[in-house]
């Protein structure tokens, strides 16, 4: 799949936490090669040989198995690009810290990578080792020195080689630190920087955002864009909604813009093939439209309806969707009805919140028993443990009150609620909001008080 708008369409694998496992990794650069993609950045922050223990050389099982992935990288017109992390630990100045780094590149080199990247992002910004103070006259100066001496040492390998690096400050709008512009400055021009917008998971990435930076670099950026990642304190959310909110002239101001996915692989392809959708055509991408196409893509034609019952209740997210707009509407509609004195029975904003209510609870049914996609189902689980919990706190509301309508004993209803409740706050997943918890209170409130 071909476009002249974004010369670099790649996702990097940035998170922290559990990375992926090599099978998810090819499975996942297998489906970027059919989705519009064109590369692939290793940079997971708990690899310790990416990061904490990145002096050390990858044991030779480790070298076998990107070798596999770089061959298959390579079949799906993947670039696949070496990131390393030295920054926790390194000593600018040293010579020996600088041939640790050129002899990790030219192990990867050796099985055919072509693309490689520092990055600094995530650390303190001052120096180690006093020789560096000695050495440098500021952080930048010595992140640019570093970068360049990497650049010269990869270019006299091979010219065909790039190099890209990420900034400690790598967020942020005007005006932007010194430490930007001396690093812009000073850093060869062929080196690639990258940025994450205004945040570092950004609502909003526009071509304003992107132009002003790229003049303060003096290069285009290159974008790291922190949707869906969910690692952190994202870790309760799942991010299966549509990329939003990236400007459709963003293309004119970026040397590229690399998504980093979620801790899930499979669940992250719904969102990575919508940002597929918009490397394809920008100006003309409608988040809805490619997200429908998404949900088919993953969970097939047959669950895609299902999928979006529960992704719809789980858009919680830097982009600042509503987290499950159709489920807090039908829930304050209910909650009114019964206040203002309808009956449980025959109101149709209750009977529409229990159509609602029986539909997602199809849906996750579906989902985690015949989806024949199990790693999406298995993603899934902890987040549809809690989607069940909330449908059984709304049917069970809905239940004790049609019950005390009909002159029976809600005795029995009202301790399942009780229960079901200390289940979801011992949850931690983010699902569904918080919409029917006042639902259920407004039956508790008013049957316990008796």
Known sequence: MGNNYFDIRGVVEGFYGFFYTPMERMNLIQFLGKTGYNAYFYAPKNDRYHRIRWREPYPIKDIEIFEKTILVAKQNRIKFCYCISPGTSICYSSERDFEFIAEKFLAFYKLGVRDFSLLLDDITPEFSFEEDYLRYPSYADAHADLCNRVFTWLKKLDNEVQLSMCPTDYAGSEPFSPYIFELGQKLHLDIMIMYTGTQVCSKEISAVDARRFGEAIARKPLIWDNYPVNDGGMDVEIHIGPIRGRSDDLYRHVAGILVNPMNQAESSKVALATYGNYFVNPMEYDPDVAWQSALMDVAGTDFA??????????????????????????????????????????????????????????????????????????????????????????????????????????????????????????????????????????????????
């Open 305 to 450: 309806e299902d999928l979006q019952l529960i992704a719809e209740n789980a858009l919680r997210s830097c982009l600042g969707t509503p987290e499950a707009k159709k489920l807090e509407q039908l829930t304050k509609n209910a909650i009114l009805s019964i206040q203002n004195g309808s009956s449980a029975l025959t109101d149709p904003d209750v009977i529409a919140l229990e159509q609602y209510l029986d539909r997602i609870a199809d849906a996750s049914y579906r989902i985690v028993n015949d989806c024949p996609n199990t790693a999406l189902r298995n993603e899934l689980l902890p987040w549809l443990e809690k989607l069940e919990n909330w449908v059984s706190i709304g049917k069970n509301t809905i239940l004790a009150l049609r019950v005390e309508e009909n002159g029976s004993d809600h005795q029995k209803i009202l301790p399942e609620i009780h229960y079901t409740l200390k289940a979801i706050h011992k949850n931690s997943k983010r699902i569904m909001g918080e919409s029917l918890l006042p639902f259920s209170e407004l039956v508790l409130d008013k049957y316990e008080t008796r």
